[in-house]
Nanobody, 115 residues
Framework: QVQLVESGGGLVQPGGSLRLSCAAS????????MGWYRQTPGKQRELVAT???????NYADFVKGRFTISRDNVKNTAFLQMNSLKPEDTAVYFC?????????WGQGTQVTVSS
């Protein structure tokens, strides 16, 4: 079992930056894939970025070149650095930990991009 707690969301102007954090309740060293997803009202949750235990990265096309995912297996934390934010990035962002036999989700953190 892994509890995930996201933080770092908030209100930012277009073009601004935010850094989301996902703190895990136990070691994530054995977690194969950590990921960030987002969801807006009435839409399905969508992939933003993932990072494997070996460091393989995957990004949705709409964030390539703007967002960077990372993980710190010592601090049991995953991060999402978001730059050049756009109003369409407004969503609730969720952290995910994909283990061999289970998938865990955080409660989400709201990101609002607006002037």
């Amino acid at each position: 079992q892994v509890q995930l707690v996201e933080s770092g969301g908030g209100l930012v102007q277009p073009g601004g930056s935010l850094r989301l954090s996902c703190a895990a309740s136990r070691s994530i060293g054995s977690i194969n894939t950590m990921g960030w997803y987002r969801q807006t009202p009435g839409k399905q949750r969508e992939l933003v970025a993932t990072i494997t235990r070996g460091g393989r990265l995957n990004y949705a096309d709409f964030v390539k070149g703007r967002f960077t995912i990372s993980r710190d297996n010592v601090k049991n934390t995953a991060f999402l650095q978001m730059n050049s934010l756009k109003p369409e990035d407004t969503a609730v962002y969720f952290c995910n930990a994909q283990a061999l036999l289970a998938s865990y989700w955080g409660q989400g953190t709201q990101v609002t991009v607006s002037s």
